[in-house]
């Protein structure tokens, strides 16, 4: 182990780096809403505010429900915090379905915004959410004797889409 250290001390490191991912998450939304709003160089494409509505509710009914879903699961961290595994609701078809609708939400903003660093940003959540997801699923196959054959039979982001390998 790099500079030494006992187990415990490279779980606390590891905990506590959760954090900045949650940081560099917040970021991201962050960088979604600013290229929205700012004005983009070389133009924009175009924008519709009434197509980017469907988007918007549809991504929010899903953070709803899966927020419904996780209870007192619900953490932005990629370590659980122990209040045990969900699989139902969205979480029957998709491991992800929080992410999923957050993607679904941002890219409603960027077809409202009509810019393409909007739609850049949103690529660069979506390749967030696939690297945060796949440190996330370390913590929760270990946390979770069952989640190696959930992850086995359940799509990722989408259903049937992405399923680990058992």
């Known amino acids: 182990m790099a500079g030494g250290g006992s187990p415990m001390h490279w779980l606390a ?8 991912m949650v940081a560099l998450q917040g970021f991201m939304f962050l960088l979604v809403a600013v290229t929205a709003l700012l004005p983009a160089p070389g133009g924009e494409w175009a924008a519709s505010l009434w197509l ?3 988007p918007v509710l549809v991504g929010a009914a899903g953070v709803l429900s899966t927020g419904r879903s996780l209870d007192g699961s619900l953490t932005p961290s990629p370590v659980p915090n122990g209040e045990g595994m969900v699989a139902a609701g969205l979480y029957r078809w998709v491991r992800h379905p929080m992410y999923t609708a957050l993607d679904v939400i941002c890219l409603g903003v960027a077809v409202g ?3 393409w660093t909007c739609y ?3 690529a660069a959540l ?3 959410f696939e690297v945060k997801t796949r440190a996330e699923e370390r913590y ?5 004797p069952g989640y190696a054959e959930y992850a086995a039979r359940t799509g990722k982001f989408l259903p049937g889409i992405g399923r680990a390998r058992a």
Do not use: N, Q
């Open 13 to 20: 490191f590891v905990r506590e780096g959760r954090w900045g």
């Open 140 to 144: 929760l196959r270990d946390a979770y």
């Open 126 to 128: 979506c390749v967030f």
């Open 120 to 122: 850049l940003a949103v």
């Open 52 to 54: 980017s509505l469907v």
């Open 113 to 115: 915004s009509g810019k």
